[in-house]
């Protein structure tokens, strides 16, 4: 019998298939068990079965294949945990998208989701002010305590605030 129930034992059977180099027959990859061939049932060093546990020792699977899958899981299960942690912060959206063809709507979701990412990415990992504002503060702080002690200093601060500012205005 295998191990769980649902679409968790599709994905052990996946891993164990992985770890063994073995291909799972599943309805979604349509390959009948009847046109199995040896290679397709994968190997291990030994196995251990018991009621509770089955212990795998020295799959044949490729170690990228291994890592890979690896990765792939923990992506999931951070998405999943992500998931369940908006859920139970209240903080859950549903966006509709709609139009007036296929390929409208296609592209207009391509646009919310690209706009998702910035929107996860901005608040992972920090955002400055745009439209040259981030520049025009730091020269408020840098320079707002400088005191031109002669006409050239003090043509050299107006030059500098000048440029500091200009891509603003430019905006």
């Known amino acids: 019998k295998a191990p769980g129930f ?11 298939g ?3 180099n073995a291909t799972v027959f599943t309805d979604e990859l349509d390959i009948k068990l009847e046109k199995a061939t040896p290679d397709m049932l994968g190997s291990t060093g ?7 546990d089955t212990i795998i020792l020295n799959g044949e699977g490729s170690k990228d294949a291994i ?5 792939q899981i923990r992506g999931y299960e951070k998405e999943k945990l992500q998931e369940r942690l ?12 709609g139009g007036a063809s296929e390929v ?9 989701v690209d706009a998702l990412n910035a929107t996860r ?25 400088v005191q031109p002690s002669n ?6 601060v107006s030059i500098i605030k000048n440029a500091i500012t200009r891509p603003a205005r430019r905006i």
């Open 46 to 52: 030994s196995i251990t079965i018991t009621k509770e």
């Open 18 to 20: 992985i770890l063994t």
């Open 86 to 97: 908006a859920k139970l912060s209240g903080g859950v959206a549903v966006i509709k998208v």
């Open 104 to 112: 409208e709507v296609g592209e207009k979701k391509d646009r919310v």
């Open 121 to 145: 990415a901005a608040v992972e990992e920090g955002i400055l002010p745009g439209g040259g504002t981030a520049l025009i503060k730091a020269a408020a702080n840098a320079l707002g305590g």
């Open 67 to 71: 890592a890979q899958r690896c990765e």
């Open 6 to 16: 649902g679409d968790n034992r599709k994905s052990i059977l996946g891993d164990i």
């Open 151 to 156: 006409f050239d200093q003090q043509l050299g």
